[in-house]
Nanobody
Framework: QVQLVESGGGLVQAGASLRLTCAAS????????VGWFRQAPGKERESVAT????????IYSDSVQGRFTISRDNIKKSVYLQMNRLKPADTAVYYC????????????????WGQGTQVTVSS
């Protein structure tokens, strides 16, 4: 089993950058596909970026493509989300989870969610 903890969120101005960290504990982290999701108030949890077992296999939502980069370090048991050129629309609680089902972008197929980290982007 894997347990996840997100960190790195904060309050920033539009155009700034943040780096989120998803730190894992437990066994076999390197065998899991990991996804970053976000959830704004009153909205469903949506996929932001997903990474397979290596950095060569990544998926991004259209809204963050070209601004965000997902990466992983299996030795450190961590997955990172580098967020550049942040916009107010990026404001949300960001969660990481491991793929337990089939779809790499459907939150329902992920689990072992952490507690989330708040990202707030002011205009």
């Amino acid at each position: 089993q894997v347990q996840l903890v997100e960190s790195g969120g904060g309050l920033v101005q539009a155009g700034a950058s943040l780096r989120l960290t998803c730190a894992a504990s437990g066994r076999a982290f390197e065998t899991y596909t990991v996804g970053w999701f976000r959830q704004a108030p009153g909205k469903e949890r949506e996929s932001v970026a997903t990474i397979g077992l290596t950095d060569d296999h990544t998926i991004y939502s259209d809204s963050v493509q070209g601004r965000f980069t997902i990466s992983r370090d299996n030795i450190k048991k961590s997955v990172y989300l580098q967020m550049n050129r942040l916009k107010p629309a990026d404001t949300a609680v960001y969660y990481c989870g491991v793929l337990l089902g089939v779809s790499m972008i459907d939150a329902a197929d992920f689990g072992a969610w952490g507690q989330g980290t708040q990202v707030t982007v002011s205009s």
